[in-house]
């Protein structure tokens, strides 16, 4: 990639009315570790986000907290920005779609497009709320579902059968505000003629602005046919007034999108020192390869909307529109009443923010995919990755290091081969972080850090130290282990910003660029080892609500099995059973029941087991685990590979769950 590219990213804006939750976070350290990465390969990159602030919402909550809302607004905008500080979110600036700037550019947008002839107006049938005196919004009116008659639903959807309706389809309807029964009445709205915008939106599917699952959605939109979107509300309305029509206000879907360029516009005033003109925004805009990274809910805002709007008022497209999918907690949806409604403060309070950095990279994929926040899977997989394979590398050689050197680095490395493999991985890695494929790239760097223990397993510099006379070889191998190590560092630096900067300092103010990790770090004396990260305890997850129980099983369970045949000590003594590691997990093609199972017995090897487990593991979810592996069964040649193993699970016949050790067990260990 050119280092000449100027890129402009954004996340979506967080509305305004509620805190920052874990499924924010998704989004946002998705976001954060692309922009890291562009900007550690020296690309100039801007981070720009605000709060979303108008809306009926809005205006709700601040009455019901008998405060303005412009005073809500700011302290909830205080609170957000807090939160995305917290977790390392590298904002250059975050700010509020309140704001004169978005105004203006607001109203630009429209009398552009109205001078285009793309505004038309026409009068509409609302549900009224003659208790409270307002417009209601679909969602603030609540009755029976039409199609499955599910008492308690929202005015445009169904969350018991799906289906979707207009608010005068519900039955026995009522306002969620005051339960009073809606009235109809009418009103002259404002419209967007999308439907003006079809050929060229039909056109940026055909870009690689979107990713496939999105192009193809947006093309059903518009076989579908494009209707004129309403861009007004009525007063009383918390936003932007619409010129000429007082009493009408924009949509808050109109200017949020546009907060965009307005966060652009404040960011370049600060940096340039003086107000940008209107004109000089404008054009601005146009000078940024623009990505807007969002979730898959609001593709319909980003996708069709926000081109045509930028499109009638002038304005350059987006370069690329990045959507993801949600955030489930435990298997679930995140829901208060099933306490798996996290927050960020909640999170804070009990673990490390990195941990969730981590945690998410390693599932985060280019594709429109939900990703599941499993806490059991969370706990396996950061004492096993950051813990017992990353810092391992580096508390145990920099101990030895300090012990029996005093700290001080070889001349030169004793496998420099070894080293410049490491380096030349950094272009496959950076090619992962580019398309957003993160859990490829975790994946790549954590086969690293196991060939950075098994080199120390192999040199074993512990039995070096014992023996005055290889001080010297302990010396040369913990130094070629700790440059291993802070390459991996560089690596996941996106990903764990804040262990990448305390490393930097206790290795003397290091560089950690993808630019010097085949630079080895060669004489001098490093600072004692201190402790990096910690490993995570079931105490420390006891305030997360546990995991559903599984459903009871639909067909009766089995009669109990017999026993087998009685066999004595030495019967048992023959199978040999250890503990595995299971470092690599990937679906076998052709093969509806296989797992292919790459496991780390401690043997400075890895071999293979094909596992017939797959209809009851994601293979993602066991990466990291430990398991129970017979080591001396014979190989089995399979028309998919060889089996070198066999790994031991428990089950009815109906269920199978695989057998695991407890928290401090080692590949190798053997099981009596």
């Known amino acids: 990639m050119p280092q000449s590219r100027k890129l402009l990213v954004t996340s979506a804006l967080p509305y305004a009315n509620g805190p920052i939750h874990l499924g924010h976070l998704v989004e946002y350290i998705q976001t954060d570790i692309w922009v890291r990465y562009q900007r550690l390969r020296g690309r100039f990159c801007t981070y720009v986000c605000a709060d ?147 050929a060229s939106l039909k056109a940026f599917t055909e870009t690689d602005a979107l990713q496939p699952e999105a192009a193809n959605k947006l093309r059903e939109w518009l076989d579908a046919g494009l209707t004129d979107w309403d861009i007004s509300r009525d007063a009383p309305y918390f936003g932007f007034s619409i010129p000429g029509a007082p009493d009408k206000f924009f949509y808050v879907w109109l200017d949020a999108p546009i907060g965009y360029m307005a966060t652009l516009w404040r960011l370049l005033n600060a940096r340039q020192g003086r107000p940008l003109t209107l004109e000089e925004i404008r054009k601005a805009w146009g000078d940024y390869e623009i990505h807007h990274f969002i979730g898959k ?64 990279a390693a599932k985060l994929n280019g594709r429109i995919e939900d990703i599941d926040l499993n806490f059991d899977d969370f706990r396996a997989r950061i004492n096993a990755d950051l813990v017992g394979k990353l810092i391992n590398i580096a508390s145990r050689s920099a101990q030895l290091l300090t012990r029996f050197a005093g700290g001080r680095l070889a001349e030169t490395l004793p496998d420099p081969a070894l080293f410049q493999e490491f380096a030349a991985a950094g272009e496959d890695i950076g090619i992962h972080y580019e398309r957003r494929e993160y859990s490829r790239a975790i994946k790549l760097i954590m086969e690293l850090a196991d ?29 070629q282990a700790l440059n291993l190590f802070r390459v991996l560092m560089t690596y996941l630096q996106p990903v764990l910003p804040a262990a990448a900067a305390q490393v930097s300092t206790w290795l ?22 201190q402790h990096l990260m910690r490993r995570v305890d079931e105490k420390d997850l006891a305030w997360v609500a546990p995991a559903p129980a599984p459903p009871p099983a639909k ?89 070198e193993g066999m790994v031991l699970a428990a089950g009815d016949g109906q269920d199978i769950f695989l057998l695991g050790v407890d928290t401090g067990a080692k590949p190798g260990m053997p099981v009596r």
């Open 297 to 360: 809910d609001i593709l319909y805002f980003h996708a069709l909307f926000w081109p045509a709007m930028l499109e009638a008022a002038g304005l350059a497209r987006p370069h690329a529109i990045h959507a993801h999918g949600f955030l489930t907690i435990n298997g679930k949806k995140m829901s208060k009443s099933r306490g798996t409604f996290i927050t960020a403060r909640d999170y804070l309070a009990h673990l490390p923010a990195e941990y969730l950095r981590y945690y998410l």
């Open 52 to 198: 979303d602030t108008h809306g009926t919402p809005i205006m709700l909550k601040a009455e019901q907290e008998g405060v303005t809302p412009e005073a809500l607004i700011t302290r909830v905008g205080q609170e957000h920005a807090r939160d995305f500080a917290d977790f390392g979110i590298s904002f250059d600036y975050f700010g509020s779609t309140h704001c004169p700037e978005n105004e203006q550019l607001a109203r630009d947008v429209y009398e552009r497009s109205r001078a285009g002839g793309h505004i038309t107006r026409r009068t509409v049938e609302q549900a009224f709320d003659p208790v409270k005196n307002l417009f209601l919004p679909d969602r603030f009116i609540k009755g029976t579902c039409p199609r499955c008659h599910s008492p308690d639903q929202y005015g445009d959807s169904c969350e018991v059968c799906g289906a979707t309706y207009a608010p005068s389809d519900l039955e026995d309807p009522v306002s969620a505000l005051s339960g009073a029964t809606p009235v109809s009445r009418s009103s002259e709205h404002h419209f967007f003629r999308l439907g003006d915008f079809t």
């Open 451 to 479: 060939r950075a223990n098994r080199y120390i397993d192999d040199a074993k510099p512990w039995e070096m130290g014992r023996d005055p006379a290889q001080h010297g070889a302990l010396r040369a191998v913990c130094t």
């Open 555 to 643: 067909t009766q369970a089995p009669a109990a099995r017999a026993p087998a045949a009685t066999i004595d000590t030495a019967d048992f003594g023959r199978v040999d059973l250890r503990v595995a590691a299971v470092v690599d997990a990937q679906t076998v093609e052709g093969a509806d029941k296989l797992l292919r199972l790459s496991l780390d017995l401690g043997e400075g090897r890895l071999r293979t087991v094909f596992a017939g487990i797959r209809r009851a593991y994601d293979p993602q979810t066991l990466i990291g685990r430990h398991v129970i592996c017979v080591a001396n069964l014979a190989a089995r040649k399979m028309r998919f590979g060889v089996s």
């Open 508 to 529: 003397g103010g290091t560089d950690l660029s993808f630019e010097s990790a085949g630079i080895p770090l060669l004489g001098g004396t490093i600072e004692p080892y």
